[in-house]
Nanobody, 115 residues
Framework: QVQLQESGPGLVKPSQTLSLTCTIS??????????WTWIRQPPGKGLEWIGN???????HYSPSLKSRTSISRDTSKNQFTLQLSSVTPEDTAVYYC???????WGQGTQVTVSS
């Protein structure tokens, strides 16, 4: 059973960089054809796909967030990380990591952008 767990600060100041880590257990970040995804849900809104990192290490980003987003991985720790720069209060959301193809999601972590 694959489990995903998000971690990172719950409060980020405007203009700073949001950084979250997803730790994978019960599976490998290099598993064939696995795409490890970041998704968020702002309050009162729907889910928004942020981007992913593939089993090969290649990355794909939402066009609307691409200029501020970086997703990387540490295969030795079986983790992948989201960095979102120049945050504003509009980036306040519950952030999820997921392996969508297999239906595995983390529990989500609330990130608030506020001074």
């Amino acid at each position: 059973q694959v489990q995903l767990q998000e971690s990172g600060p719950g409060l980020v100041k405007p203009s700073q960089t949001l950084s979250l880590t997803c730790t994978i257990s019960g599976g490998s970040i290099t598993a064939n054809h696995a795409y490890w995804t970041w998704i968020r849900q702002p309050p009162g809104k729907g889910l928004e796909w942020i981007g992913n990192i593939a089993y090969s290490g290649s990355t794909h980003y939402s066009p609307s967030l691409k200029s501020r987003t970086s997703i990387s991985r540490d295969t030795s720790k079986n983790q992948f990380t989201l960095q979102l720069s120049s945050v504003t209060p509009e980036d306040t959301a519950v952030y999820y990591c997921a392996w969508l193809g297999e239906g595995y999601w983390g529990q989500g972590t609330q990130v608030t952008v506020s001074s």
